[in-house]
């Protein structure tokens, strides 16, 4: 059995760490500048995405579930994906302003570069 710890080890290890800076050398190898915008969007998007993830589940924390079927490691597996797919239907949504800040950032780091 896996306990609390290794899961969170786990869930830690599954999400990239990435920085705007980390995503604009990533964004300049696009190639041409739709390609590096959609990239940049792209970019901007999963970030907010993540900084959402970790928002929302910081809410859950402490709410246990309810008996019968509440509990248990597959009921932390399952909140943890539900919760990411809360972030990305809120991202896709509109967002709440996150990835268009990130997005201006990762573009204007560019023009810097070049």
Known sequence: MIDKAQLLSLQ?????????????????????????????????KEFESSFLTTMLEQMWTGVSAEAPFGGGHAEKAYRSMVVGEYAKSITTAGGIGIADHVYREILSMQEGQR
């Open 12 to 44: 830690l290890n599954s999400t990239p760490k990435q920085t705007i800076k980390s995503m604009s050398a990533t964004v300049k190898n696009a190639g041409s500048k739709e390609a590096i915008n959609a990239s940049a969007l792209k970019a901007a």
